[in-house]
């Protein structure tokens, strides 16, 4: 290898290097741009009386700086334009409120009906739970009756177990220690006194 040769590649100069340190090129995102006539729609939407004080306001400016004779005629138009466009402002009012009004209360209708199903999914899941926690305790009430009644019975039977026992113990240790008294009393009368 010679020291001609580089092993380190060579950076570009839109990242971060010695020649632009700190600089990066940024991407803007796309972004699809409105006709200018949905832009104006969107803005007349928007701010319907303010385009209608703007019309107003520039069919005065244009009046005022018409002659008097050319205003009248214009005048005239211009009065038909701004009771045309105030028109048109009252009905596209109107239109978004009713479809406003019409949307309130479809989501209104929409969220009590899905009220109205949770709520019925609530009762009944809260009735399963009652009817699964009662066979529950029905079934722990009968299974402890059960353990008692066996518990009962073995302690019954461990009891007639101890006392046969007992007895067996008792006579056992009785003709023991009869015999064992035979035997003393045999051994006494054979011993000289």
């Known amino acids: 290898m010679s020291k001609t ?104 209708k929409k969220a009590a009906v899905l009220a109205d199903h949770a709520e019925k999914n609530g009762e009944l899941a809260a009735e399963r739970l009652e009817k699964y926690g009662m066979t529950a305790l029905a079934a722990a009430s009968a299974l402890g009756r059960s353990a008692a009644k066996r518990a009962g019975d073995a302690s019954e039977a461990a009891t007639r177990q101890a006392h046969k026992i007992g007895h067996s113990a008792s006579e056992s240790a009785s003709s023991g220690s009869h015999r064992i008294a035979e035997i003393f009393s045999g051994l006494t009368q054979r011993l000289p006194h």
Do not use: C
């Open 5 to 108: 040769d580089n092993t380190t590649p060579a950076l570009p100069e839109t990242s971060v290097s010695d020649a632009n340190p700190g600089k990066v090129v940024p991407f803007k995102a796309a972004h699809e741009e409105q006709r200018p006539s949905e832009k104006v729609v969107a803005f007349v939407k928007k701010h319907p009386v303010l385009v209608v004080a703007g019309g107003l306001a520039a069919g005065a400016l244009v009046s005022a700086l018409l002659p008097r004779r050319v205003t009248r005629g214009v005048l005239s138009r211009g009065a038909h334009l701004a009771e045309a466009a105030g028109a048109a402002t009252v009905l596209l009012g109107k239109e978004t409120a009713e479809k406003a009004q019409v949307l309130g209360t479809s989501a209104r």
